[in-house]
């Protein structure tokens, strides 16, 4: 991400660009490039965005890896195409997933056409050859040339700042102990133990980090739960 974009070493080999408003200013926010650039592979075909997640096509890249996060290096299937997933956290773009067909050939051309929402991404690939039909058919068949396909893939969406909560007692207090992601807000929720009354209730929201975040409640003598919840 944030490379250097002067450089034309790599013809054809793609970028896409991420811009963001404020009011009637649009102001670039990064510079994508693929995990596995290379010359020709035109990464930046087509583009799609969705909150804090993005995916971006090239549908001339050329390994034979298949499902997400394969041998990204491999050039053995020509035009098999491939898409990669981004996602932010604040402003900053990184690289989440390498995807490819579950059934990756030489000129499927994968990643003709890319859609996302939310944390579920589509990529077509144009030149796919079986005569499946419907969901999920036969994908060895190779009868049915350019008669294309789409691929759903789910869970590509930004990871979840991560949480742990300790209890302890403090006296007459019951401390809570808190540590995770730093600079990320959460706001916390208890309930009660017992069976039929045990709607989560909102306690308090809290900045946690850096280092570990201390909240103390009146201790009482029924058993609680509590859990964070993320802020983004
Ligand atoms: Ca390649
Ligand atoms: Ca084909
Ligand atoms: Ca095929």
């Known amino acids: 991400m944030n490379g250097d974009g002067s450089n034309d070493s790599a013809g054809g080999s793609g970028a896409a660009y991420v811009f963001t408003r404020t009011g009637t200013n649009w102001t670039q926010e990064a510079y994508l490039k693929a995990s596995n650039t290379e010359a020709g592979d035109s990464f930046g075909w087509s583009v799609g965005l969705s909150g804090d997640t993005a995916v971006v096509g090239a549908w001339i890249e050329s390994s034979e890896a298949t499902g997400v996060n394969g041998h990204q290096s491999d050039n053995s ?17 990184s690289q989440r997933a390498y995807l490819k067909a579950s059934n990756t050939e030489t000129n499927d051309q994968f990643g003709w056409s890319v859609a996302v929402s939310g944390d579920t991404v589509m990529v077509g690939a144009n030149g796919e050859d079986s ?10 068949n190779n009868s049915a040339t350019e008669s294309g396909a789409a691929y759903i893939f789910t869970g590509l969406g930004p990871i979840l700042p991560e949480l742990r909560l300790t209890a302890a007692r403090n ?3 019951l401390q809570l102990t808190a540590t995770g992601t730093t600079n990320t807000q959460w706001r916390l929720e208890s309930r009660d133990a017992v069976v039929g009354n045990n709607a989560w209730q909102p306690l308090t929201n809290i900045t946690i980090g850096p280092g570990p975040t201390v909240i103390q409640q009146p201790l009482d003598f029924t058993s609680r739960f509590y859990r964070g919840v993320w802020l983004p």
Do not use: C, E, I, K
């Not at 005569?131 to 060895?140: E, F, K, L, P």
């Open 77 to 93: 299937a020509a035009l098999a195409g491939a898409a990669y997933t981004f996602t932010r956290s604040g402003t900053n773009w």
């Open 131 to 140: 005569n499946a039909t419907g969901v999920n058919g036969n994908q060895a």
């Open 171 to 173: 006296g007459d207090l």
